[in-house]
C-alpha cells in the first residue's frame, strides 16, 4: 500500500515555490490569516483526535491474517486503516500549519514532531497489510471485490499492491524496514540544517548602499540585480561560500544515494530509477524522451540566452546574467488587485471555476503575507473532510500574482478531486499536481500580455514565460539528467566525492547553456550550484515539474483550441484525483508523455513566443525607442 505520509510529505516539498520575500514584524490583520478551526477548535480537540488516531494503531495490528477468510473481513481491515489515514492526515496539516505560522515556536515544533511521528507508527502498523494481500493472491481478492460493492472505493489501491508484488519483502522484513523510516531520511535532515542553520553566510553591500545577507533568500533577491557587478558579487559570495562546504555536502549527498540505491536493490529492482516510475506505474520512456527531446531543443534555449544577451546589453552572457528580467514593469499588483486579475483571467475556464475560486478568496483558507518566523515559499495542503489551505508570502509584484495563480490551480484541483472522488482515491499523484498550476500561469500570462497598455509591459509579460520555460522545461530536466547521471555512478559502484559530485554537474550545466559555444560562460565556481538544490533529496521527482509543464501546456491548447470542450476534458483530469495512474489519466486527456510530440510543441510555443518579442523588439526600433531593460552596467 502506499503510504500517504509519504504523499504529504512529497506535496509539501513540491508546492513550496516561487521568490522568497524578506519578512518584517507586522500587525496581523486576521482576514490575511487562515482559520485553524474549521479543523479542530482547540490545541486540545487536535491532541485528543491525535490520541483517538493512536488508538487505532492496536486495531490495525488485531487485523493480522484475516484478509483472505472474507470480502468482508478485507473491507473492514481496509475501511479502519482508510478511516485511521483520514483523521491522521488532519492531525498532520493542522499541526504543519500551526507551525509554518511561526517556526520559532518551540511548542508548534513540538506538535509537527508528534504528528510526523504519528504517520511513522501508521506505516509501522499497516506494514504487513501488503505483503499478506500478496499471499492472499490476485484471484481471491478480485472474487471478493466482485462479491462486495463495498470494496470499489479500495480496487485501484488493491491493484496497486498487488501489481507490486515483485517488490514486496516478507511480512517480517516490510517491518524491520518501517523501523528505519526516519534514519533513511536523515541525510535530508542533515542537509537542511547545514543549508539553513549551520554554514555562517555572509554580508554585502550592493551598490547602492543596501547590504544583504547571502544565504538563500538573499541569494535569491539579490541575484535579479539591475546591477551587474552585484550580481556578479551574489554568485560569487554565495557560490564560494558554498564551496567551502563541498566536501562535506557531497558526503550528505553520497550518503542519501548510497542508502536509495541500497533501497532499490533490497526491492529487487534494477536501478533507483525503476523504482521511482514504478511508484506512480510510469513508463520509463517518459523520462528518456524527456531527457533526450529537451537536449535536442538546446538551441532555442541558447536562442534564449542570445535575446536575453541582447534586451539587457550584453556584449556576452554569463551565466549570473540568467536572473534580472528582460523588462521593468512599473506595476504594482497587491492582494485584492492579484485575487481580482486571478478571478478574471480565469473566466476561460468557466463560471463553475471561477465561482468555486471566489468563493475560497472570500473565506479564511490562506495565510497571505510574510512575516517574522513564517515559512517562506508557497505551497497548497488540502484536507478532504474541510477544505485546501494555501501559504502565500505575498508581495505586491508580477511574482506575487503568478504565485497566487499557481497555488489557486492546486487548490482548485484539489476541489474538484474531492467533489468526485471518494477519500480513498482523491489524492492525486505528484507526476498529475503541478499540471493546473501551471496551466493557470500560462492563462494567467497570455490574460496580461492581452491587456498589456505599452509594447514594454506586453514584453515584460511575453519575457516572463520565457524565463517559466527556461527554469522548468530545461532546466529542471537539467536537474533530472544529473540526478540520473549521478545514480547510475553509484550503481555503477563509482565513488561521488563532493569535488567529483561538481564535475559531473559542471560538464550538465555547461552543456545546457552553450558554453564551449560561448552561447552563456559558466565559471569553474558555478559548478557547486548543485548544492544548493534540496529537491535531490527528494528521490527523482524534479522530472516532474518539467513533464507537468508540458502536460499542462498541451492541455492548455487543447482549450484555446477546443473551447468547452477543451475546458471539459481539462477539468475532466482534475475530478479524477488518483482514481487511476497518472500516465493512463494524463493518456486519456489526450496527452502522452512517451511520445515527442508534447515536447515539440511546448518548443514551437517558446520559439513563438521570441518571435513575437523580437517582432515588438524591430517595431521599436524602427520607431527609434530603446527598450526599459535592468542596467546591463
Given at each position: 500500500m502506499r503510504y500517504r505520509q509519504l504523499l504529504l510529505t512529497a506535496f509539501i516539498a513540491l508546492l513550496a515555490a516561487h521568490t522568497v520575500v524578506a519578512a518584517e514584524e507586522v500587525t496581523v490583520d486576521p482576514s490575511h490569516t487562515w482559520d485553524l478551526s474549521d479543523m479542530y477548535p482547540s490545541i486540545e480537540a487536535w491532541d485528543k483526535a491525535r490520541e483517538e488516531v493512536a488508538a487505532n494503531f492496536e486495531k490495525i495490528e488485531q487485523r493480522r491474517g484475516t484478509l483472505g477468510k472474507s470480502a468482508n473481513d478485507l473491507y473492514q481491515t481496509l475501511q479502519l486503516i482508510s478511516d485511521t489515514e483520514r483523521k491522521a492526515g488532519r492531525v498532520l496539516v493542522y499541526a504543519g500549519l500551526n507551525f509554518d505560522e511561526d517556526q520559532r515556536v518551540t511548542e508548534t515544533l513540538e506538535h509537527r514532531q508528534l504528528?510526523?511521528?504519528?504517520?511513522?507508527?501508521?506505516?509501522?502498523?499497516?506494514?504487513?497489510?501488503?505483503?499478506?494481500?500478496?499471499?492472499?493472491?490476485?484471484?481471491?481478492?478480485?472474487?471478493?471485490?466482485?462479491?462486495?460493492e463495498r470494496l470499489a472505493p479500495f480496487t485501484f489501491q488493491l491493484d496497486d499492491s498487488l501489481r507490486n508484488a515483485a517488490h514486496t519483502l516478507g511480512e517480517e522484513a516490510e517491518q524491520t524496514l518501517s523501523y528505519f523510516s526516519q534514519s533513511f531520511g536523515a541525510p535530508s535532515t542533515t542537509y537542511e540544517l547545514l543549508a539553513n542553520s549551520d554554514i555562517p553566510w555572509p554580508t554585502i553591500t550592493l551598490a547602492n548602499g543596501e547590504e544583504v545577507r547571502v544565504d538563500s533568500q538573499g541569494y535569491s533577491y539579490a541575484r535579479a540585480s539591475e546591477?551587474?557587478?552585484?550580481?556578479?558579487?551574489?554568485?560569487?559570495?554565495?557560490?564560494?561560500?558554498?564551496?567551502?562546504?563541498?566536501?562535506?555536502?557531497?558526503?550528505?549527498?553520497?550518503?542519501?544515494?548510497?542508502?536509495?540505491?541500497?533501497?532499490?536493490?533490497?526491492?529487487?529492482?534494477?536501478?533507483?530509477?525503476?523504482?521511482?516510475?514504478?511508484?506512480d506505474n510510469l513508463p520509463p520512456a517518459v523520462y528518456h524522451t524527456l531527457v533526450a527531446e529537451v537536449n535536442k531543443a538546446l538551441p532555442t534555449l541558447h536562442r534564449y540566452f542570445k535575446l536575453r544577451e541582447r534586451i539587457l546589453g550584453l556584449e556576452q552572457m554569463h551565466y549570473y546574467d540568467i536572473y534580472p528580467p528582460l523588462v521593468s514593469l512599473d506595476k504594482t499588483f497587491d492582494y485584492e488587485t492579484s485575487k481580482a486579475i486571478?478571478?478574471?483571467a480565469m473566466g476561460v475556464l468557466g463560471a463553475d471555476w471561477v465561482a468555486m475560486q471566489k468563493a475560497g478568496m472570500e473565506q479564511r483558507w490562506t495565510h497571505v503575507y510574510p512575516q517574522q518566523g513564517k515559512r517562506s515559499g508557497a505551497y497548497q495542503w488540502g484536507v478532504y473532510d474541510v477544505h485546501p489551505y494555501l501559504l502565500l508570502n505575498h508581495s505586491d509584484n508580477y511574482d506575487g500574482l503568478t504565485t497566487l495563480a499557481h497555488e489557486w490551480g492546486h487548490a482548485i484541483h484539489t476541489l474538484y478531486a474531492k467533489q468526485a472522488q471518494p477519500y480513498e482515491t482523491s489524492d492525486y499523484a505528484i507526476f498529475i499536481a503541478e499540471i493546473p498550476s501551471t496551466s493557470l500561469e500560462l492563462i494567467l500570462q497570455d490574460y496580461m500580455a492581452q491587456h498589456a497598455e505599452s509594447i514594454d509591459e506586453q514584453l515584460f509579460y511575453l519575457g516572463e514565460g520565457l524565463e517559466g520555460m527556461r527554469g522548468t522545461f530545461f532546466r529542471q530536466t537539467m536537474f533530472a539528467e544529473f540526478e540520473l547521471a549521478l545514480y547510475e555512478a553509484a550503481e555503477r559502484g563509482e565513488a561521488l566525492s563532493g569535488e567529483g559530485i561538481s564535475k559531473i554537474y559542471g560538464e550538465i550545466q555547461r552543456r545546457y547553456h552553450g558554453h564551449d559555444d560561448g552561447v552563456v560562460v559558466v565559471d569553474d565556481l558555478y559548478n557547486n550550484e548543485w548544492m544548493f538544490i534540496n529537491h535531490f533529496y527528494r528521490n527523482m521527482y524534479v522530472f516532474q515539474y518539467a513533464?507537468?509543464?508540458?502536460?499542462?501546456?498541451?492541455?492548455?491548447?487543447?482549450?484555446?483550441?477546443?473551447?468547452?470542450?477543451?475546458?471539459?476534458?481539462?477539468?475532466?483530469?482534475?475530478?479524477?484525483?488518483?482514481?487511476?495512474?497518472?500516465?493512463?489519466?494524463?493518456?486519456?486527456a489526450g496527452v502522452d508523455l512517451t511520445k515527442p510530440e508534447p515536447y515539440q510543441a511546448m518548443v514551437r510555443k517558446m520559439n513563438a513566443i521570441m518571435d513575437e518579442m523580437e517582432r515588438l523588439l524591430d517595431q521599436k526600433e524602427s520607431q527609434g525607442q530603446g527598450v526599459s531593460p535592468q542596467s546591463a552596467h
Amino acid at each position: 500500500m502506499r503510504y500517504r505520509q509519504l504523499l504529504l510529505t512529497a506535496f509539501i516539498a513540491l508546492l513550496a515555490a516561487h521568490t522568497v520575500v524578506a519578512a518584517e514584524e507586522v500587525t496581523v490583520d486576521p482576514s490575511h490569516t487562515w482559520d485553524l478551526s474549521d479543523m479542530y477548535p482547540s490545541i486540545e480537540a487536535w491532541d485528543k483526535a491525535r490520541e483517538e488516531v493512536a488508538a487505532n494503531f492496536e486495531k490495525i495490528e488485531q487485523r493480522r491474517g484475516t484478509l483472505g477468510k472474507s470480502a468482508n473481513d478485507l473491507y473492514q481491515t481496509l475501511q479502519l486503516i482508510s478511516d485511521t489515514e483520514r483523521k491522521a492526515g488532519r492531525v498532520l496539516v493542522y499541526a504543519g500549519l500551526n507551525f509554518d505560522e511561526d517556526q520559532r515556536v518551540t511548542e508548534t515544533l513540538e506538535h509537527r514532531q508528534l504528528a510526523s511521528m504519528l504517520y511513522s507508527s501508521l506505516g509501522e502498523s499497516t506494514a504487513w497489510v501488503q505483503p499478506e494481500l500478496i499471499a492472499v493472491g490476485r484471484e481471491v481478492i478480485e472474487s471478493y471485490i466482485a462479491d462486495d460493492e463495498r470494496l470499489a472505493p479500495f480496487t485501484f489501491q488493491l491493484d496497486d499492491s498487488l501489481r507490486n508484488a515483485a517488490h514486496t519483502l516478507g511480512e517480517e522484513a516490510e517491518q524491520t524496514l518501517s523501523y528505519f523510516s526516519q534514519s533513511f531520511g536523515a541525510p535530508s535532515t542533515t542537509y537542511e540544517l547545514l543549508a539553513n542553520s549551520d554554514i555562517p553566510w555572509p554580508t554585502i553591500t550592493l551598490a547602492n548602499g543596501e547590504e544583504v545577507r547571502v544565504d538563500s533568500q538573499g541569494y535569491s533577491y539579490a541575484r535579479a540585480s539591475e546591477n551587474r557587478a552585484d550580481r556578479k558579487l551574489v554568485f560569487d559570495t554565495f557560490w564560494g561560500k558554498w564551496g567551502e562546504y563541498r566536501s562535506a555536502t557531497g558526503m550528505v549527498l553520497n550518503s542519501h544515494i548510497q542508502t536509495q540505491v541500497a533501497l532499490a536493490k533490497a526491492r529487487n529492482y534494477d536501478s533507483v530509477l525503476q523504482r521511482e516510475l514504478d511508484q506512480d506505474n510510469l513508463p520509463p520512456a517518459v523520462y528518456h524522451t524527456l531527457v533526450a527531446e529537451v537536449n535536442k531543443a538546446l538551441p532555442t534555449l541558447h536562442r534564449y540566452f542570445k535575446l536575453r544577451e541582447r534586451i539587457l546589453g550584453l556584449e556576452q552572457m554569463h551565466y549570473y546574467d540568467i536572473y534580472p528580467p528582460l523588462v521593468s514593469l512599473d506595476k504594482t499588483f497587491d492582494y485584492e488587485t492579484s485575487k481580482a486579475i486571478t478571478l478574471d483571467a480565469m473566466g476561460v475556464l468557466g463560471a463553475d471555476w471561477v465561482a468555486m475560486q471566489k468563493a475560497g478568496m472570500e473565506q479564511r483558507w490562506t495565510h497571505v503575507y510574510p512575516q517574522q518566523g513564517k515559512r517562506s515559499g508557497a505551497y497548497q495542503w488540502g484536507v478532504y473532510d474541510v477544505h485546501p489551505y494555501l501559504l502565500l508570502n505575498h508581495s505586491d509584484n508580477y511574482d506575487g500574482l503568478t504565485t497566487l495563480a499557481h497555488e489557486w490551480g492546486h487548490a482548485i484541483h484539489t476541489l474538484y478531486a474531492k467533489q468526485a472522488q471518494p477519500y480513498e482515491t482523491s489524492d492525486y499523484a505528484i507526476f498529475i499536481a503541478e499540471i493546473p498550476s501551471t496551466s493557470l500561469e500560462l492563462i494567467l500570462q497570455d490574460y496580461m500580455a492581452q491587456h498589456a497598455e505599452s509594447i514594454d509591459e506586453q514584453l515584460f509579460y511575453l519575457g516572463e514565460g520565457l524565463e517559466g520555460m527556461r527554469g522548468t522545461f530545461f532546466r529542471q530536466t537539467m536537474f533530472a539528467e544529473f540526478e540520473l547521471a549521478l545514480y547510475e555512478a553509484a550503481e555503477r559502484g563509482e565513488a561521488l566525492s563532493g569535488e567529483g559530485i561538481s564535475k559531473i554537474y559542471g560538464e550538465i550545466q555547461r552543456r545546457y547553456h552553450g558554453h564551449d559555444d560561448g552561447v552563456v560562460v559558466v565559471d569553474d565556481l558555478y559548478n557547486n550550484e548543485w548544492m544548493f538544490i534540496n529537491h535531490f533529496y527528494r528521490n527523482m521527482y524534479v522530472f516532474q515539474y518539467a513533464t507537468s509543464q508540458i502536460a499542462g501546456t498541451a492541455l492548455y491548447d487543447k482549450i484555446t483550441n477546443e473551447g468547452a470542450a477543451g475546458v471539459e476534458n481539462y477539468k475532466n483530469l482534475l475530478k479524477a484525483g488518483g482514481s487511476d495512474y497518472p500516465y493512463a489519466l494524463l493518456v486519456a486527456a489526450g496527452v502522452d508523455l512517451t511520445k515527442p510530440e508534447p515536447y515539440q510543441a511546448m518548443v514551437r510555443k517558446m520559439n513563438a513566443i521570441m518571435d513575437e518579442m523580437e517582432r515588438l523588439l524591430d517595431q521599436k526600433e524602427s520607431q527609434g525607442q530603446g527598450v526599459s531593460p535592468q542596467s546591463a552596467h
